[in-house]
T-cell receptor
Framework: DGGITQSPKYLFRKEGQNVTLSCEQN?????MYWYRQDPGQGLRLIYY???????QKGDIAEGYSVSREKKESFPLTVTSAQKNPTAFYLC???????????FGPGTRLTVL | GESVGLHLPTLSVQEGDNSIINCAYS??????FIWYKQESGKGPQFIID?????DKRQGQRVTVLLNKTVKHLSLQIAATQPGDSAVYFC????????????FGSGTRLLVRP
């Protein structure tokens, strides 16, 4: 069963803590992406990776970090430097031509 | 239309009627467009796409129209069903090497039984 998985579905964090969100895909896609979505808003790009061991900042990268050590995995770390981390985080992947992106189910992060 | 804070533009339709959701895109260099459907608490789901060398594309119960002159995209849903209730996003891809999609702010579709 191919697709994109994100874990956990819900995540709670205390202020000042770093937390890592998981994203795995078995679609053999080269490109992967992380987006943030706030209530009633569209998607904003945090980071993207076109190939293993390479990634670029998106529009709102401050306070976040990523790694791309394997083709199928693109974890996102929300650091304590992110001032307002409570949001819905979405991971996506695509073929390298930049066309259709396929999304995972999302992780809802709440900072207590 | 554009969303303002928590207030997404909302389209309310009667079950069985046709729905038309509109999107104004930003860049005349965009060459690929996608419509996504997002149900509450879930990730966006691909519906249909269209390239800039086309002005119309049809899927199952859905049609996308592209007007490059006025940079306008629309999604038509025929015989709207309760399961169509969701937020719909358009996205554009600019013909450069960035591989990035630019998403619109979304329209909420409510289907009245």
């Amino acid at each position: 069963d191919g697709g994109i998985t994100q874990s956990p579905k819900y995540l709670f964090r205390k202020e000042g803590q770093n937390v890592t969100l998981s994203c795995e895909q078995n679609l053999n896609h080269d490109a992967m992406y992380w987006y943030r979505q706030d209530p009633g808003q569209g998607l904003r790009l945090i980071y993207y990776s076109q190939i293993v061991n390479d990634f670029q900042k998106g529009d709102i990268a401050e306070g976040y970090s990523v790694s791309r050590e394997k083709k199928e995995s693109f974890p996102l770390t929300v650091t304590s430097a992110q001032k307002n981390p409570t949001a819905f985080y979405l991971c996506a992947s695509s073929l390298p031509n930049g066309d259709t992106q396929y999304f995972g189910p999302g992780t809802r992060l709440t900072v207590l | 239309g554009e969303s303002v804070g928590l207030h997404l533009p909302t389209l309310s339709v009667q079950e069985g009627d046709n729905s038309i959701i509109n999107c104004a895109y930003s860049n005349s260099a965009s060459d690929y467009f996608i419509w996504y459907k997002q149900e509450s608490g879930k990730g966006p789901q691909f519906i249909i796409d269209i390239r800039s060398n086309m002005d119309k594309r049809q899927g199952q119960r859905v049609t996308v129209l592209l007007n490059k002159t006025v940079k306008h995209l629309s999604l038509q849903i025929a015989a709207t069903q309760p399961g169509d209730s969701a937020v719909y996003f358009c996205a554009e891809n600019i013909a450069d090497s960035s591989y990035k999609l630019i998403f619109g702010s979304g329209t909420r579709l409510l289907v009245r039984p």
